[in-house]
């Protein structure tokens, strides 16, 4: 059975940290290219972080380059999502995807709350 667990989501002042982790389990996991999403109340989804199956290549979305990191433990099964210098509109329930080629695998989300 294929499972994507996100952990570390909570609520954190403007300008904190939080890691996000996202543990595979039921797929070959190093098999797979790794995203996070987020998707904010009354907004779409949006892709945040990309991460190839070696994680020799990551990408980023405009709002997060430079603040968020995506990295992944292929021998964890995991991977990761560091967020520093948090911004109020970063306040979103945050996903992680696996995919390759056509096939997708979704979390249930975390929920991050940035708040003064």
């Known amino acids: 059975q294929v499972q994507l667990v996100e952990s570390g989501g909570g609520l954190v002042q403007p300008g904190g940290s939080l890691r996000l982790s996202c543990a595979a389990s039921?797929?070959?996991?190093?098999?797979?290219?790794m995203n996070w999403y987020r998707q904010a109340p009354g907004k779409e989804r949006e892709l945040v972080a990309t991460i190839t199956t070696t994680g020799g290549t990551t990408t980023y979305a405009d709002s997060v380059k430079g603040r968020f990191t995506i990295s992944r433990d292929n021998a964890k099964n995991t991977v990761y999502l560091q967020m520093n210098s948090l911004q109020l509109e970063d306040t979103a329930v945050y996903y992680c995807?696996?995919?390759?080629?056509?096939?997708?695998?979704w979390g249930q989300g975390t929920q991050v709350t940035v708040s003064s």
């Open positions: 039921g797929f070959t996991f190093s098999a797979y290219a």
């Open positions: 995807r696996a995919q390759r080629g056509g096939r997708y695998y």
